[in-house]
């Protein structure tokens, strides 16, 4: 959708160009994702440097020469900092943020010493796997996630990321409550299959090869509004929502819909989602009447 629009507001017929972008952007979600993760490893890192340079100082106290090192032993942190797929993948992609920026690391270890938290699980005396995965967990929610620095720099490091790092977060959350205890922490695939990354392309091709034809589909079917006054991104995720019901088979038409009327409370106007859920209910009605929409498999569902 973005991309679409992107290619209208720059006058672009540029497919193969835009497409390019478009393959780029949805790369770049790897690294975003690898960020994160390795921010947890890299807060952990630095809480360890810090005992480790307290301890030694001339006139340590008790506390700093035998600290609590409930936080630096986190058993999920460990399994982490193991993980031979998220350091291959940190290599492979060379992500290395944090060094370069390791005075954010600074700041969300010092965030997360000062949460209760925090406080609450260094004075807890059990010792469980599962304890130690639920803290991380809350901690990476109502801690790490959220903190506005760590946003603005995601921000201004890659500006396609802002709509990302929900789908990322939320990604990241769903690895750790599931991981085990002894078992590695895998790096997420982007795309399900190669079917699903042809996906991307087929969607993006045929609604911009097709946005005249499809486009004239709606046109008759907004008697109170001028075609023209319809905002952009309303005409885009109409198009788009028509293309998957005429040319994907495989996508069952109530998917359809309900992913566009989404994407309309998300990116258009409070009323878009409304107006657009009319335009696509009639439509499906006409198309099944004069038999366009040809579902097989899963689009039967």
Known sequence: MQSIYAM????SDDIQKEEKFLYNS???ILDLYLIMISALIEIQKKEIQFLETSSKKHLATTEEKKPNKKFVNNMLLHQLTESSSISIALE???INNWTLNDDYIIILLNEV???SLYQKYMLDKSNSFDDDKQFIVDLFTVVIAPNEKLYEYLEDHKLTWIDDIPVVNTQI???LKNLNQGEEFRVSKLYKDEEDKEFVSNLFRKTVLNEAIFSKEYENKTPNWDTERIAEIDTIIMKMAICEFL???????????NEYLELAKEYSTPKSSMFINGILD???????QEDKIKKTGRGLM
């Open 8 to 11: 209208h507001q720059k006058n």
């Open 26 to 28: 949805i790369d770049n």
């Open 92 to 94: 492979n992609r060379k």
């Open 113 to 115: 010493k000062k949460s």
């Open 173 to 175: 959350l769903k690895q």
């Open 247 to 257: 040319k994907f088979p495989s996508i069952p038409v109530k998917v359809t819909i």
């Open 282 to 288: 009639n439509l499906v009605k006409e198309f099944n």
